[in-house]
């Protein structure tokens, strides 16, 4: 079955860098556009960063273009974030995410704060 394994998330004052990854199984990896949503409780989920199949094509939110940077590693099946000045506006938790056949398909998020 698909699985999808966030990790890499804490706590980083303002203007630091994080490094998220997405550990991908149960699917042809390679196969799919890979994004990253965030979420801020009370709030919907927001689409972060898509990446397509192959990495050559890469989308972003308005709010972290020019900040934030989506990646893949299709050898290893492993899907990155990395996000460099960050504000306390980034705070949210961070999610995996995938479409199969119009099913949607989440890791279990990994919380992101920022905060001095």
């Known amino acids: 079955q698909v699985q999808l394994v966030e990790s890499g998330g804490g706590l980083v004052h303002p203007g630091g860098s994080l490094r998220l990854s997405c550990a991908a199984s149960?699917?042809?990896?390679?196969?799919?556009?890979m994004s990253w949503y965030r979420q801020v409780p009370g709030k919907e989920r927001e689409l972060v960063a898509t990446v397509s199949r192959a990495g050559s094509i890469t989308n972003y939110a308005d709010s972290v273009k020019g900040r934030f940077t989506i990646s893949r590693d299709n050898a290893k099946n492993t899907v990155f974030l990395q996000m460099n000045s960050l504000t306390s506006e980034d705070t949210a938790v961070y999610y995996c995410h995938v479409r199969q056949v119009s099913i949607d398909y989440w890791g279990q998020g990994t919380q992101v704060t920022v905060s001095s």
């Open positions: 149960g699917f042809t990896f390679s196969a799919y556009f």
